[in-house]
């Protein structure tokens, strides 16, 4: 919040100024834009800085750096681990559906078991 009233007052300041100087006199100089633009660019980057969050990741990093490791990965790997891992998941839900429909149907009386197998009635 702070760094969005620094950026509106900087480019206030920066109207008031060119108004000013524009109305009294002769525009002004090339490296007086240069300035005001440099010290808006500053202004621009803090407040860019300040509200992503960016330095306090930077702190919460550095603080926890021993809870953690950071290692290189194989990104084809990590592919296909997670894509046996989402097949396997959905494998298991389709044998739990299937055990819950049998399971329905014999509550409900729509199949009693005869020998080793389900029968209709």
């Known amino acids: 919040m702070a760094a969005g009233w620094l950026l ?10 060119v108004m000013n100087l524009s109305s009294e006199g002769p525009f002004p ?20 800085r300040s509200a992503s969050g960016v330095d306090e990741l930077a702190k919460i990093y550095t603080k926890y750096s021993d809870l953690y490791t950071v290692e290189a990965n194989n990104a084809r790997d990590l592919v296909e681990i997670a894509a046996s891992n989402i097949e396997k998941l959905l494998s298991n839900r389709s044998k739990a559906l ?11 009386g729509h199949f009693t078991p005869y020998s080793n197998h389900l029968q209709c009635k």
């Open 8 to 17: 509106v007052f900087s480019l206030t300041l920066f109207q008031s100024l």
């Open 98 to 108: 299937v055990l819950h429909s049998v399971f329905i149907l014999l509550l409900t």
């Open 29 to 48: 100089s090339a490296t007086t834009i240069k300035s005001w633009v440099d010290k808006m660019q500053v202004d621009l980057v803090t407040l860019a």
